[in-house]
């Protein structure tokens, strides 16, 4: 291909979108491109390059984590944003969310043979953003009649609420193209809130407090370790995306989880795990989500709001160390704004 040598990024992914179109006509008329150039090119249009390895880490007798580095999908990362879970039980292995893409799906299951001979015998999606579920295409895979948990409201939305093409296409466009050959493969058993999966030696308990993160969030207990996996309902160091969520259904979900599951080591799908995720995450969103209701009492304008955001004490602490702050703190103020007036009436 003449044009392939001077693309620039927006270029290189024009180039993809046209190859696809040409792999398409090359199926019906395969005379047309030399059949050699035109494996090696489809195979880069099918299946996207290996994820580079990252360790698993553990924290507890039965969690180890792969802990991502990143907080966002970018052409580098090839999508790796999120943290892909461990659990160890006697019987064999369960996922609790399985990355972004078949790629990093992989790069997880070369992990995990590094630590142990066990098959894996169940993964769990915490909720319907597709770092946190594309990888299933991996493990279904590697074992083609795995149990695939999510709460039903993340199996509808991504079965038929139009979040399993939308994250697929998000993921392509964010990578360059990177995690092309991942098929989305939705969750397909039902668990909700006191839902308990007993796995050998391992229980896991399911906590749902209604739409926090999502309408459909799970955070899910390894009752032995005293290790609660939260999903993406606490950040450790990074925004939250809240276009579906509600300010005052995370803080329902972290006061329940705080009262049931005390003295917790909260395992968060971004950044490391730790004892004061909830607390540090409750801190930043209480300096967004107070100044905002503030902001409604004194009757002051969504600008003026903002400001009164960014000038908070516990705002100012949190921002220069939270990933995707400065890109999204405008449009999560006007989502924390928009709750506040409504919770005023
Ligand atoms: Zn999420």
Known sequence: MPFENNLGDAGRRQFLRKLSGLAALAAVTP????????AKEAEMVIKGPPVKDIPATQISGHVWVIISPDGFANPQNQGMMSNITFVLTKEGVVVLDSGASLQIGEMALRQLKKITDKPVIAVINSHYHGDHWLGNHAFVNAYPDIPIYAHPKTIAAIRQGGQGDHWKNLMERATDNASIGTIVTAPNKE?????ELKFGDVTLRIHHYGTAHTPADI??????????????????????????GSYLGTFKT???LEKNVPGSLWLPGHGEPG???????????????????????EMKSFEEAKSMVLADPRVKKWAPVTKGFNENIGSYTSLAYLEAEQSAF
């Not at 005379?31 to 035109?38: H, I, K, S, V």
């Not at 955070?219 to 579906?244: L, P, Q, S, W």
């Not at 004892?275 to 902001?295: T, W, Y």
């Open 254 to 256: 972290f006061d329940a």
């Open 31 to 38: 005379a047309l491109l030399p059949m050699r150039a035109f």
């Open 219 to 244: 955070c899910m207990e390894v009752v032995e370790d005293k290790v609660v996996h939260v999903g993406d309902v606490a950040m450790d160091r990074r925004i939250a995306f809240m276009e579906d």
């Open 191 to 195: 668990v909700d809130h006191g839902s």
């Open 275 to 297: 004892p004061d995720v909830i607390k540090h995450n409750r801190e930043l969103f209480d300096g967004i989500f107070q100044s905002c209701v503030q902001a409604v009492k």
